[in-house]
């Protein structure tokens, strides 16, 4: 079952790649062809959706995915957690949006008054689309979930490029974001047209709402720790200069936060898992996602951290450098969170829902007021340090628990893992800044050194080459190349 957690979690990271690749070429062709100030309206705009959407998108969301993947379901609960979570979302959907078109009006938050009703189509849409994407998960069907998010992301960067370009501006952008989510559920419905949910008996599902309250709130705090910082620059600094401190702000969000979502994306394939063996073994895929996003994600946040303005300049015009210093704090920042996510995940599918949603408030609570107090002194470098120094705050409560609870965490495997993300760091902070291709192949470069530390200071071993590599396909060449790969890391292995 590691291997099959390993798959899909594989399966899902790439995908994930591939989208955020995608969604970095969109963020990017808008800070090209949008003024930073149009710019910083998009990334408040985004900011506001993305907390509102956490209602829709995140809370029923995880519930389904965790009833239908335990072991005890069968089909005919199956499809009644799916009907019942599908009709209370879409209800949910139409009291946010209620909402948010009360708190944008009074606030004056969205500057574009044409973006309301298409953030409004937006989530209607997105709470059909979380329940079946859902759904795909909780039936380990990670390509079909792959696949749809896949087509909707493609589709989102296409069609919102195409309409900036001709000149609709942040409308155009959104434009993109309704016509993407509206293919992508177009795509769920058709994978999952084998499940039929409506035939089920019985009218609703309560333990649909027995989780939903511990787990928005879990997943709200976490969505405002992502959000509220960009918001009190927006809120806390001179009117004047608001949407132009909010562009830098979301040129460094846009590189920094990336790790972050590639820890999701893992805890994803791996969720379902640990709530199928919550009463047994679920500490084993949690150590194994700790472990893989120690080495292989918090990585790219070393980089970032150590040399931000080469990031900066290998992504966007120069006109953003001045995001650069804000930018290393908030990759430090993006490095814990990965880490707290993890941890709440790993709770929450053992079934300890609500540890985890009073960390996460403690913590948004705790950034809320050191934004109140940084931001109108240190700008958009405060707003970074307000992030870093609430998620190291629930890293460590988290972390303490965690450890309270499972006592799986093994110091060598940290100690070796701090060798090669020091190598890393010391190859970043020697890095010179350069013309984008020099600087390409300098990170290739410092990439593969890195990954050949992994071995060298034993953070990988045969064992984990046969998990990662087992997710290949089957046939002559992906034997060989397996085969090489694994004699390498034991003759590495066995340097010292």
């Known amino acids: 079952m590691l291997a099959t957690a390993a798959q899909g979690s594989i399966i899902l990271v790439f995908t994930y790649v591939i989208i955020l690749a995608l969604n970095y070429l969109f963020n990017l062709g808008l800070g090209w062809l949008l003024s930073p100030a149009q710019y910083g309206i998009y990334g408040v705009a985004i900011a506001i959706l993305e907390v509102f959407s956490i209602f829709v998108t995140r809370v029923l969301g995880l519930t389904t995915v965790k ?26 959907a139409v009291a946010v949006s209620g909402l948010f078109f009360i708190v944008t009006y009074f606030f ?4 574009e008054k044409y973006l309301i009703p298409m953030v409004i ?21 990670f390509k079909g979930r792959g696949i749809a998010e896949l087509l909707g992301a493609v589709m989102k960067v296409l069609s919102g490029v195409f309409l900036v370009y001709l000149g609709f501006g942040v409308i155009g952008a959104f434009g993109g974001y309704v016509l993407g989510i509206v293919v992508s559920l177009v795509v769920a419905v058709f994978l999952l047209r084998d499940f039929k949910f409506w035939k089920s008996s019985g009218r609703f599902d309560r333990r649909v709402l027995t989780y939903a309250f511990p787990v928005l709130v879990a997943a709200l705090m976490m969505m405002v720790m992502q959000n509220v910082d960009i918001l009190g620059i927006k809120l806390l600094t001179d ?27 893992m805890m994803v394939a791996v969720f ?63 490095g814990l969170m990965c880490l707290s996510l993890i941890l709440m995940r790993t709770f929450q599918g053992v079934g300890q829902f609500r540890f985890p949603a009073l960390v996460m408030s403690g913590a948004v609570v705790l950034q809320i007021v050191l934004l109140s107090y940084l931001v ?36 060598k495997g940290i100690l070796t893992a701090i060798l090669s993300l020091g190598v890393l760091a010391i190859m970043a902070s020697f890095m010179p800044v350069c013309g984008r291709p020099a600087t390409l ?40 190349c397996s085969l090489w790969a694994k004699q390498v890391v034991i003759r590495l292995n066995n340097v010292f």
């Open 239 to 265: 009117k004047t200069q608001a949407n132009q401190l909010a562009g830098y702000y979301q040129a460094a969000l846009v590189i920094g936060r990336f790790p972050l979502y590639l820890a999701a994306a």
């Open 441 to 480: 192949v300098i990170l290739v470069a410092m990439v593969i050194v890195y990954t050949l530390t992994l071995p060298l200071f034993r953070s990988v071993t045969e064992r984990d080459t046969d998990i990662l590599l087992g997710v290949l396909p089957d046939n002559r060449w992906v034997r060989k």
């Open 272 to 334: 379902p898992f640990i709530s199928k063996f919550e009463r047994g073994g679920a500490s084993t895929y949690a150590n194994l996602a700790i472990k893989y996003a120690t080495i292989f994600i918090l990585p790219i946040s070393v980089m970032v951290a150590f040399k931000p303005e080469a990031f900066i300049r290998l992504l966007f015009p120069d006109v953003y450098l001045q995001a650069a210093p804000a930018l290393t704090v908030l990759a430090v920042g993006t």
């Open 376 to 411: 109108p002194r240190l700008g958009i470098i405060g707003a970074a340090f307000s992030g870093a120094i609430a998620s190291l705050a629930s890293l460590i409560i988290l972390g303490y628990a965690y450890w309270k609870q499972f006592r799986m965490v093994k110091l």
């Open 108 to 111: 004056k938050l969205v500057d």
């Open 67 to 92: 009833l239908i993947a335990e072991a005890d379901s069968t089909i005919e609960k199956k499809a009644l957690i799916f009907k019942s979570s599908l009709i209370t979302n879409l209800l949910v």
């Open 121 to 141: 189509a937006i989530l209607l849409v997105s709470s059909l689309n979380s329940i079946y994407f859902s759904a795909l998960i909780g039936f380990f069907r």
